[in-house]
């Protein structure tokens, strides 16, 4: 019997939290620690994860905390690269939330200790385990689109006071980053992951709700070629009314077309390509619910059972820092056109 891949979570917010409840359900993983510099979250945690002793800072923890094998890094997006570095210096395996960070060269640095650590990073790019896009991987993959001409991403969420509510890291420039660091980066990642590389990249941005609420934009118009051939646009929006409207992917191709589609990308809502048959997909997870507003489908879960299993040695990551970076970079490359 395998010994249980021991987890610290750094951060325990919505996401924070889940992470914890699901290592303390796995078979494979145990829950050691909890960190969080709230210290007014820790009578509640308490209650939740009897016997799982609480830390109000990561220092704190690793001074005096009992051991771990992986830290989880689900604190807002400015203290990831910090965070996560100070866990591989400790010998910690590391998960990073997306962002892996919000800056490429604090990317690089983690990409730089883990490989001098012999550690391995983690980074949450939950849609990459929906059916829809696994089925769409391997279609482009197997090369049954031929040329790719045109890729279109939408993706218009409701981001309202709801959810950047005074006080909170969210909207912050240094914290936040922007409207792709923190809720659309698995939508980037998603586009590089299937289709590659961008280049001669255009954008446009505006903010029609978001002046009291954010120190960045709403909405963005982008315009990129794919450097395997073909053009594409990313639009977004968290400017949406009330809830979330759709994020969806368009791909037109030389041997058919094919089209993602519903609030979180979660089903094949078009395919007509030459000499082929849709399969039957799996059904993709619900989505994330945070009271008031939705977030992308739950699959949290495949995150925890990849991480686990890599560690010990039954399989492969599945995400790794240096796609993490590749995202980062993506970002920063758009966001450098303001």
């Known amino acids: 019997m395998e010994s249980a891949v021991r987890f610290v979570i750094c951060g325990v917010g919505h996401i924070g939290r889940r992470h914890a409840a699901l290592v303390a359900r796995h078979a494979g993983a145990g829950l050691v620690a909890l960190v969080d510099s709230r210290p007014e979250l820790a009578a509640g945690l308490a209650t939740e994860f009897p016997g799982v002793p609480f830390f109000a800072s990561l220092d704190d923890y690793l001074a005096h905390g009992p051991a771990a094998d992986v830290l989880t890094v689900a604190t807002p997006n400015g203290q990831h690269a910090t965070q996560a570095i100070r866990g591989l210096r400790a010998g910690l395996h590391v998960v990073v939330e997306k962002?892996?960070?919000?800056?490429?060269?604090?990317?690089?640095?983690?990409?730089?200790?883990?490989l001098q650590t012999g550690r391995f990073v983690f980074g949450v790019m939950q849609n990459r385990y929906s059916p829809p896009a696994a089925w769409l991987k391997q279609v482009v993959d197997e090369g049954r689109l031929g040329q790719v001409f045109l890729v279109q991403l939408n993706c218009f969420w409701n981001r309202d006071e709801r959810y950047y509510t005074p006080g909170s890291w969210h909207g912050t420039r240094a914290d936040d980053g922007g409207t792709l660091f923190t809720q659309f980066s698995h939508f980037v990642d998603l586009l590089y992951w299937v289709f590659g590389d961008i280049s001669n990249i255009t954008a446009r941005f505006r903010d029609f709700t978001h002046e009291q609420l954010t120190e960045f934009e709403d909405s963005g118009l982008v315009t990129f070629d794919l450097l395997r051939g073909g053009s594409g646009t990313l639009q977004y929006s968290t400017a949406v009314w009330d809830q979330n409207l759709e994020s969806s992917l368009t791909v037109v191709a030389e041997h058919g077309s094919l089209r993602l589609g519903g609030q979180y990308m979660d089903k094949v809502d078009y395919c007509h390509l030459r000499d082929y048959q849709?399969?039957?997909?799996?059904?993709?997870?619900?989505a994330n619910q945070y009271g008031p507003y939705q977030g992308s489908a739950a699959n949290h879960v495949h995150v925890i059972?990849?991480?686990?299993?890599?560690?010990q040695k039954r399989g492969f990551a599945s995400t790794n820092a240096l796609e993490g970076l590749k995202v980062v970079e993506m970002i920063e490359r758009i966001y450098s056109l303001k």
């Open 305 to 311: 059972n990849n991480v686990v299993a890599t560690i």
């Open 278 to 286: 849709m399969p039957e997909l799996a059904p993709t997870n619900p």
């Open 99 to 114: 962002p892996l960070a919000l800056r490429k060269s604090d990317a690089e640095d983690i990409v730089h200790t883990a």
